[in-house]
DNA sequence: TTTGAAAAATTCTCATGTTAATCAATGGGA
DNA sequence: TCCCATTGATTAACATGAGAATTTTTCAAA
């Protein structure tokens, strides 16, 4: 209903340059997932990135080694899907990544147009000292908000990611 | 299915240089939540990207134009609060949205260190012909996840944002 | 075999995130 | 009144997000 009008109720006037009346928003700013799921992560975020700066890694130099680690050998495109990573990002990532020898890059000796990834001795080592206090994070996490309701979020994020809405502008296939 | 010839998945010494043993993670890839909310998220925004890019405006831009509309005259520090956006960004953004003609910008008369920002008109036409349709894409989520089960999500991922854990390394005060 | 579409990376360009440093204005206390 | 710590905003530098265009390599159909 962009029913508005509605006679602003109560104040206005008190500075007014032109006429920038509707002082009243079309509906209240009703919460919004979008908003809602950035200030959750920026604020789950905020436990991580001290640890990952007191390492000189950002977040998501974290995510490509962590997946790389668990991982084992990738092609970029892998990678880039399990580290939720944009391909453009990732390939200026790789050269970083490298030069800092955190992981090493070489062709796909079968299929030209792929690039492995692969995590180096360097690389493990930062994920073993990492990797603890990072759970230790979590496990703060869950005590604070319970194992149970994490679990419960987790679910609902990953079904509320998985949803497929009416005009198909991204489906894949 | 390309790739996936998965020589190696008895794992171990297929090539090591050095001790680059553990091939088998710390732990299971456990689902984190940091990751889960950047997928839910990512998940959300890809149906309205379309829909803001068809006006040209970026997400940022059209939190902040938002946010002016509901909130009419805003300091920068208010405006980068309530639009979850940080202060160095807001301040580019500012010169783009105000050449664009979205929005006004003039400093307070009382404190000249603060600068105050105002919605146009023509703001709030865009805010008018996006808004209708960000609701129906809104919508559209609470009829497949469900009204109660969206408002759930965001009761927990507000209070998520909200913990206070151990290390205060955000605390402020 | 040749050709053209599709796939995988990369490159470009612009906008924002993140942190640190800097500038400008304010306000309180010596 | 003057000085300085604080506050609000901006700038700088680097990294990533997002989308379009380009390059290289595959692969399948003609």
Redesign the interface.
Known sequence: M?NKTDSDAGQTSA?DT???K??R???E?R??????????????????R?ILAAHDVT?QQW?VIRVL??G?KL?AT?LADKA?ILAPSLTRMIRLLEERGFITKHKDEA?GR?VLLQI??AG?TL??EV?PES?K??A??DA??GVQ??E???D????????????G??GEE
Chains 1, 2 share one sequence.
């Open positions: 962009p500075f032109e006429a920038v509707p002082r928003p079309l509906r700013p919460r919004s997932l979008a908003i809602g799921l950035l200030r959750a992560r920026e604020a789950v975020m905020s436990h991580f001290p977040e995510r680690y668990e084992g092609d892998e939720s299929d792929r180096t001795p493990e994920v073993t990797m759970l994070v979590y703060d996490i604070r908000f309701r994490v419960q979020l987790l609902m994020l990953q079904e509320l990611a998985s949803l497929k809405l009416e005009n502008s991204v």
